[in-house]
C-alpha cells in the first residue's frame, strides 16, 4: 500500500520534469530532426522532402566544424591549467578568512551581462587595447582582436569561473590527515599532491571540465565579437543559417551533425573517467 | 630487533632512548599547547601519553612526526635532534585518529605507499611479499583487493597498522587508536596492539584518555595535564606512589580525604578533616612533603580498606576506624566492592578479596559497620 501509494507521488514529482523536457528538449530535436532531411523553399525556410543533401553538404562548413573542434578543446585545456593553481590556492593555502573574499570576487563578474564583460574586451584586446600599450614599450604590429588568441583569451575569461568551483569544492574536500599520512609515509610535498591531492580532486577536474567543454560546442557570442566573423564557430554557423539565410533545412543537419558529436565525444569520455568502482572510492569517504 | 629496556634509572646513554624532550614548548598562537616539556622513551618500549582531552597529547606526537616544531627546546631520537627534519624523513610512523586511509587506493596500495616513496622502489614481486606478510602480522590474509569503503573499523584500524609497520619505524604512534572502536573490539585489540609490539619490538608511543587502557597495555606512562607531564613511571608506581592527587585520581581509584595539615615530618603528614578527624599518612615516594597549615589530602585505594561487622572484633594493625552504613555491595567476582557512607568522612569504598570474605560475607546494603586502615597504606599529598 505504502509502496504504492509513494510510487504514486514519485510520478506526480517528476511528471512537470518530464513534460519540460519532452516538450522543450525532445520535441525540438525530432523537429530539427525531421527538418534536415528537407528541402530549402524557395522563400528560405522549410519544404518537406526526404533527402540526405543537406548532409551532403557539410564540408561547406568545414571551417566552422574544425574551429570549434580545436578551439573548445583547447579552451577547456587553457581554463584548466589556470583554474587548478587558482582552486588549489583557494582551498589549501589561502586562510579561511580571505577565502570566501577571493570566492566572491570570482562570482562577482556574473552579476553583469557577459555580452557586456566581452564587449568590453572588444576594446581591451583591440587597436586601442593591449596592442596600445605594447607599442608604447616598443612591440609593435601586434594584431590580437578578431585572432583565434583573442577568441581563446575570452573563452578562459568567460569559462574561468565555471572551471574553478568545481574543481575547489573537490580539492576542498581532500582530508588533511591524508596528506600528512602521506607525508608521514615518506613522500615528499611534491609526490604527495601527485599521488594524494591530484587523484582526489579529479572527480571534480572531470565535471568542470565536462561542464566547460559542452558550453563551449555551442558558444557563439565570444567568436562573434572577438574572432570577428574570422574565427566562426558552429554556434555561429547556426546563427547563419537559421536567422540571416533562412536555410533551416541545412541549419537543422549543421545542428543534428553538432548534437551527434557532441554525444559521442560526452560518453567516450564519460566512460574513460567515470570507471565504476574508480570514482566510488572517492566519493564514498 | 632491540633488546627491551624500560628501566629508566640504568639507562644513561641517550643512544638509548628512541625519543627525548628537552625542555620543549609548543605555541599554537596564545595558547600554550605544551609547556617546558620533558620525556624520555626507551627503545623498544610500549610508552603511553595519558591525559584529558587537550592536555597536548597529540601535539607531543605530532612533534615526535615532525607536522609541528617545537616553538622552543629540542626532540632527540637516539641523541640526535630531530627539530627541522621534515616528517617525510622521520624514521617515525603514525596510525592517525581517524585512521586516514587512501580512498581512492585499495588495500594492497595502501599497505605498499611507504615502501613505494623509497628509491629506488622495490621491485613488484618484493613488494607483494611484504604486503602479504604485513596483512598476515595484521590477521586479514587475502584482503590485497578490497577497496577501503568495503573494509569495517576494526578492519581499517589493522589497514592502517600494516602500513605503518611495514615501514620498519624506529617509533611507531598510535594517536588514540582505538577510540572509534566498540568495547568489545577495543579489549581485543588492545591485547593485539600488546603482542604485536612485542613481536616487531619497536617502540610503541600510545596517545589515549582512558586510563585503563594505558594501565593494560604500557610499559611505562606518562601522566599528562595542561600541556605538561605530571609524572612518568610503570603503571605499578604511578598506582602505588602517585606524586599528586591528579595522579592518584587518574590512575585507578582512590578514597580522599582533605584538611589542613595540622603536623609534618619528613616521612609522613597528619591532616585534620573539617570534622575533626585526624588522618595520618606517609608521602608517596618521590611526592612533595607538606607544611604545617597548608591543605592537604591524604589518599586511600578501595583495597586498603576493611571493614568488618560491629560485633567483629577490630582487625589487627589497624590504625583508624570509624563507623559507618553500608549502601551498596557490588560483586565483581574476584573481589566485593562495598559503597559505606560515614558521618564524618562522607562516602567511602572499600574492596574486599575473595580470600578475605569470611568476615564480610553476610554483610548487606543498610547494615552498620566499622571500617578502618592502616595509616602506612594511605597516601599524603597536597589538595590540588
Ligand atoms: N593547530 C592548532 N591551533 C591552535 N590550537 C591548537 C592546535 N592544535 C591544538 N591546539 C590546542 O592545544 C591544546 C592541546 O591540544 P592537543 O595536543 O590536541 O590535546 P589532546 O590531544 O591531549 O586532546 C588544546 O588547547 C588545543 O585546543
Ligand atoms: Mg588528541
Not at chain 1, 549543421?254 to 573517467?273: G, H, K
Not at chain 2, 569495517?152 to 572509534?180: F, K, M, T, W, Y
Amino acid at each position: 500500500m505504502a509502496k504504492k501509494s509513494s510510487s504514486y507521488v514519485t510520478t506526480l514529482l517528476l511528471a512537470p520534469m518530464a513534460i519540460w523536457m519532452t516538450a522543450l528538449l525532445i520535441l525540438p530535436i525530432l523537429v530539427v530532426l525531421v527538418y534536415s532531411f528537407g528541402e530549402l523553399a524557395e522563400m528560405g525556410g522549410y519544404k518537406p522532402a526526404f533527402t540526405l543533401a543537406q548532409y551532403a553538404n557539410l564540408p561547406a562548413r568545414l571551417t566552422a566544424f574544425k574551429n570549434t573542434l580545436v578551439l573548445a578543446p583547447a579552451g577547456t585545456l587553457a581554463a584548466f591549467l589556470i583554474a587548478y593553481p587558482l582552486a588549489y590556492y583557494l582551498a589549501r593555502t589561502v586562510e579561511p578568512r580571505r577565502r570566501m573574499i577571493l570566492l566572491t570576487l570570482v562570482i562577482v563578474p556574473f552579476w553583469t551581462s557577459f555580452l557586456i564583460r566581452t564587449y568590453a574586451w572588444m576594446f581591451i584586446l583591440g587597436g586601442r587595447g593591449i596592442p596600445a600599450l605594447l607599442e608604447f614599450i616598443g612591440i609593435e604590429g601586434v594584431r590580437l582582436l578578431n585572432t583565434p588568441t583573442a577568441v581563446l583569451i575570452g573563452i578562459v575569461y568567460g569559462y574561468l569561473p565555471l572551471m574553478v568551483f568545481p574543481i575547489f569544492v573537490s580539492l576542498e574536500k581532500v582530508d588533511e590527515s591524508l596528506l600528512e599520512a602521506s607525508n608521514d609515509l615518506g613522500a615528499s610535498p611534491v609526490r604527495t599532491f601527485l599521488q594524494v591531492t591530484l587523484p582526489l580532486s579529479l572527480p571534480g577536474v572531470a565535471t568542470a571540465c565536462m561542464i566547460v567543454f559542452i558550453l563551449l560546442m555551442g558558444e557563439f557570442l565570444i567568436p562573434a565579437l572577438l574572432g570577428g566573423g574570422k574565427v566562426f564557430f558552429i554556434g555561429n554557423a547556426l546563427v547563419d543559417l537559421f536567422l540571416q539565410s533562412r536555410n533551416w533545412p541545412f541549419g537543422s543537419a549543421v545542428a543534428i551533425t553538432l548534437v551527434v558529436v557532441m554525444l559521442v565525444i560526452v560518453s567516450l569520455y564519460m566512460r574513460m573517467i567515470f570507471k565504476p568502482g574508480k570514482t566510488q572510492d572517492v566519493s564514498m569517504i | 630487533m632491540e633488546p627491551k629496556n624500560t628501566d629508566l634509572s640504568t639507562t644513561n646513554n641517550h643512544g638509548d632512548f628512541d625519543i627525548e624532550f628537552i625542555n620543549v614548548t609548543k605555541h599554537y598562537g596564545d595558547v600554550v599547547a605544551l609547556n617546558d616539556t620533558n620525556l624520555k622513551i626507551p627503545r623498544g618500549s610500549f610508552h603511553s601519553l595519558l591525559g584529558p582531552s587537550g592536555c597536548g597529547k597529540t601535539t607531543s606526537l605530532r612533534l615526535i612526526a615532525g607536522f609541528e616544531q617545537p616553538t622552543s627546546g629540542d626532540v632527540r631520537h637516539r641523541g640526535v635532534s630531530m627539530v627541522g627534519i621534515p616528517a617525510y624523513k622521520r624514521p617515525v610512523n603514525m596510525v592517525f585518529q581517524h585512521y586516514a586511509p587512501f580512498p581512492h587506493l585499495n588495500v594492497e596500495e595502501n599497505i605498499s605507499y611507504g615502501p613505494r616513496q623509497r628509491s629506488p622502489k622495490p621491485p613488484k614481486q618484493e613488494l607483494k611479499k611484504l604486503v602479504g606478510e604485513m596483512l598476515e602480522l595484521v590477521r586479514l590474509p587475502g584482503f590485497q583487493n578490497r577497496r577501503i569503503w568495503q573494509l569495517s573499523g576494526g578492519q581499517l584500524q589493522r589497514i592502517v597498522l600494516a602500513r605503518a609497520l611495514i615501514n620498519r619505524p624506529a617509533v611507531l604512534l598510535l594517536d588514540e587508536p582505538l577510540a572509534a572502536l566498540d568495547r568489545k573490539l577495543r579489549r581485543e585489540m588492545q591485547m593485539e596492539l600488546q603482542s604485536l609490539q612485542r613481536e616487531v619490538g619497536i617502540t610503541f608511543v600510545l596517545v589515549t584518555h582512558d586510563q585503563e587502557e594505558a594501565l593494560s597495555m604500557s610499559d611505562t606512562i606518562s601522566i599528562m595535564r595542561d600541556g605538561g607531564i605530571v609524572q612518568t613511571g610503570t603503571p605499578s608506581e604511578l598506582y602505588d606512589t602517585p606524586v599528586d592527587r591528579y595522579v592518584a585520581d587518574f590512575v585507578g581509584e582512590s578514597n580522599f580525604f582533605s584538611g589542613i595539615v595540622s603536623a609534618a615530618d619528613s616521612a609522613q603528614a597528619t591532616i585534620q578533616t573539617k570534622t575533626e578527624i585526624s588522618l595520618t599518612a606517609p608521602y608517596p615516594e618521590g611526592g612533595k612533603h607538606l607544611t604545617i597549615g597548608q591543605r592537604g589530602a591524604i589518599a586511600v585505594r578501595p583495597e586498603m580498606v576493611l571493614i568488618w561487622p560491629l560485633t567483629h572484633e577490630q582487625p589487627k594493625d589497624i590504625d583508624f576506624s570509624v563507623k559507618g552504613r553500608i549502601t551498596n555491595r557490588i560483586y565483581l567476582g574476584h573481589q566485593a566492592e562495598f559503597r559505606v557512607v560515614t558521618d564524618s568522612l562522607g562516602e567511602i569504598l572499600a574492596r574486599i578479596p575473595k580470600t578475605a570474605e569470611a568476615v564480610t560475607r553476610d554483610l548487606a546494603p543498610g547494615d552498620e559497620i566499622l571500617l578502618g586502615w592502616q595509616w602506612n597504606f594511605g597516601l599524603a599529598m597536597p589538595d590540588a
